[in-house]
């Protein structure tokens, strides 16, 4: 990692807030979602299991207003919107599979990191 300047951490820090919103759950799936093509709201929806629809639109304002996705008014009747990524959004993604793979690779230790502490926290095992 490169060396980081002292206000990094505050919380008014531009870069502090832009990492927040790429990080958030449903940014970093949204983005996943429309990897592959355009998708309107209700197909964005639909693949991210749990999200509700006030989120997925917040969401999506953050990401579009960010410059990651677009947003189109599709004239069809009902009328629809649909997102697409873009090219500021495609540069995120090598560092986001990077850090899910990651997440994927390590998941067995992390497991046994908090089965050790949850035994810990019960009195089952002794402090380190």
Known sequence: MSARRTDD???NCPQRLLLDQLTEKWSMMVLVALAERPLRFNAIK?????????ALTQCLRRLERNGFVTRRVVP???IAVEYAITPLGR??????DAMYRWTTEHMAEVEQARAAFDARARGDLPEP
């Open 9 to 11: 951490f505050d919380v």
């Open 46 to 54: 639909r693949e991210l299991l749990g999200v509700t629809q006030k």
């Open 76 to 78: 069809a009747s009902p």
């Open 91 to 96: 540069s995120v993604q090598q560092p986001l």
